[in-house]
């Protein structure tokens, strides 16, 4: 899921599979974290969030998952719709720092028909 | 519905011209940021304001200033813009901590300075 050099890592599923995009963090004290997606040509808009005290939260065909002993993060996108083709963000931040947020360098999936 | 609108969505610039983006937000958010984003390096910081003419450094100040004479607009300036400031420019807005701490998005303009 994080970016190498300037290369976007992408991931590329069938249309009605499960997608599982991953992101690993870098700050042990952050609580707080955040996927977002974002269409080309657009601003990126939030999906779904999760705290520390939490290892996993459900939405609606998405679901965060949340591995504080590795610092990892994933999102799972059941039945991948073409709609669900953008770049994908996850974001940590943590109470000490105001919740500012830091960025990974995102992922972008491509759902094939 | 929550909004947060830049200005203008693209802009193109000749090196040395003074650049204003403009950023407002109807949420009545104390905090506003921005961020420029570039291939495969993500969002970066440029900077945030917690509160009305309150500014800080993000990651990756340089070439660039801030305005935020009132709360619902946070302008971004650069002095004497430069190629290496073509970039897609992204403002947000957030509350101050709290339970809801996620960050609003503006549409994003992407500038080119030529």
């Known amino acids: 899921g994080e970016s190498v050099g300037l290369h976007l890592p992408t991931l590329s599923v069938q249309e009605g599979d499960n997608s599982i995009i991953n992101c690993a963090y870098s700050n042990s004290a952050s609580d707080y974290f955040i ?4 269409e080309s040509g657009k601003g990126p808009q939030f999906i779904i ?8 939260r459900q939405g609606q065909r998405v679901t965060v998952l949340l591995n504080k002993t590795v610092k990892h993060l994933s999102l ?4 991948t719709q073409p709609g669900d083709s953008a770049v994908y963000f996850c974001a940590e931040g943590a109470n ?10 995102g992922t972008r999936l491509m759902v094939k028909p | 519905d929550v909004k947060v609108t830049q200005s203008s969505r693209y802009l193109v610039k000749r090196t040395g011209e003074k650049v204003f983006l403009e ?3 109807d949420m009545d958010h104390e905090n506003m940021f921005w961020y420029r984003q570039d291939p495969g390096l993500g969002l970066r910081l440029i900077y945030f304001s917690y509160d009305v003419k309150m ?10 200033s801030v305005s935020r004479e009132k709360k619902e607009r946070f302008s971004l300036i650069l002095e ?10 992204l403002c947000a807005s957030s509350l101050v901590p709290g339970p809801n701490t996620e960050a609003f998005f503006g549409q994003g303009t992407r500038l080119t300075v030529v």
């Open chain 1, 35 to 38: 996927w977002y997606k974002q």
């Open chain 1, 49 to 56: 969030d999760i705290r520390s005290n939490m290892d996993k």
């Open chain 1, 76 to 79: 799972q996108i059941a039945a």
């Open chain 1, 96 to 105: 000490y720092a105001g919740n500012m947020l830091t960025f990974g360098g």
């Open chain 2, 23 to 25: 950023c407002v937000q």
């Open chain 2, 55 to 64: 500014k800080e450094k993000g990651d990756i100040p340089e070439g660039y």
């Open chain 2, 80 to 89: 004497s813009a430069s190629t290496n400031q073509t970039s897609m420019y």
